[in-house]
């Protein structure tokens, strides 16, 4: 180890509540170094050794925000879900003018809620939205909302790959995906995230979806919702 680099990398300098994140660095500033002055394979591992660090500390930090959803939860107050939609589409706004994507919406309406929590879950159906498009067309997004007896029906549907419905149940637990990491980055752990977001408002969540013809996200939120997990605290 390079002496004079050695403080870089005391996990009290960097960040006390991230050590998950001295690895990465580590590794980085290794490849900074010695990238081209060792030989090929050398290279090879050091760009692995980065890779895999940078994967870990995202896996990490969506582990930490799924278990956050119920642990740290703000208490509900009336929610504009346009606002949560608005947040969501702000947060996303570089990939959606990169990728060309249209996203349109009826007018959500105010329920009980958590707002951060509705915003990320907007985040998360319009990312993978966007994430899993059609290769050949831009993609569209829509989200519309219907009043149901005592709950609101909210839908995030897209124009994208589609899937199989035996995948249905799946594509919820944590950690499945569908496809590899190079083909789409990712945690698999987004829509477990909003699983436990929509449970926690007292709703579901499903899809229907076929491959190739777009797929349809659907949740419901109670129209005056309770904490579910306030019972438990
Ligand atoms: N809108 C979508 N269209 C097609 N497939 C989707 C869509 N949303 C999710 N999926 C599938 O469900 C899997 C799980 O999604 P998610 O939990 O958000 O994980 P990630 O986005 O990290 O892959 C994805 O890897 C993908 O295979
Ligand atoms: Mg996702």
């Given at each position: 180890m390079v002496g004079k680099d050695?403080?870089?990398?005391?996990p009290g300098k960097i960040?006390?509540?991230?050590?998950?994140q001295c690895g990465g660095l580590l590794f980085q500033l290794l490849e900074q170094k010695y990238k081209g002055k060792l030989d090929e394979k050398a290279d090879k591992y050091l760009y692995f050794a980065v890779d895999g660090a940078v994967r870990m500390q995202d896996l990490i930090e969506a582990l930490f925000a799924y278990s956050r959803v119920t642990t740290r939860g703000a208490p509900f107050d009336p929610v504009d879900t346009n606002l949560a939609f608005t947040q969501a589409v702000t947060n996303l706004s570089a990939v959606i003018k990169e990728d060309h994507a249209v996203v349109t919406k009826d007018h959500p309406p105010t329920v009980k809620g958590d707002e951060a929590q509705l915003a990320q879950l907007f985040q998360s159906l319009i990312g993978n939205a966007i994430k899993f498009r059609k290769p050949d067309i831009a993609p569209l997004m829509h989200v519309s909302a219907e009043e149901h007896e005592k709950e609101w029906r909210i839908q995030v549907r897209d124009n994208g790959i589609g899937m199989e419905p035996k995948y249905f149940d799946r594509?919820?637990?944590?950690?499945?995906?569908?496809?590899t990491h190079a083909e789409y980055p990712g945690t698999g752990i987004g829509l477990a995230i909003c699983k436990r977001i929509v449970e926690r408002h007292g709703g579901r969540i499903w899809l229907e979806s076929a491959p190739g013809e777009g797929t349809a996200f659907s949740f419901t939120l109670a129209?005056?919702?309770?904490?579910?997990d306030a019972r438990d605290r």
């Open positions: 050695l403080h870089v990398f005391d960040s006390p509540q991230a050590p998950e594509i919820f637990e944590i950690f499945q995906r569908l496809h129209t005056t919702g309770e904490d579910n």
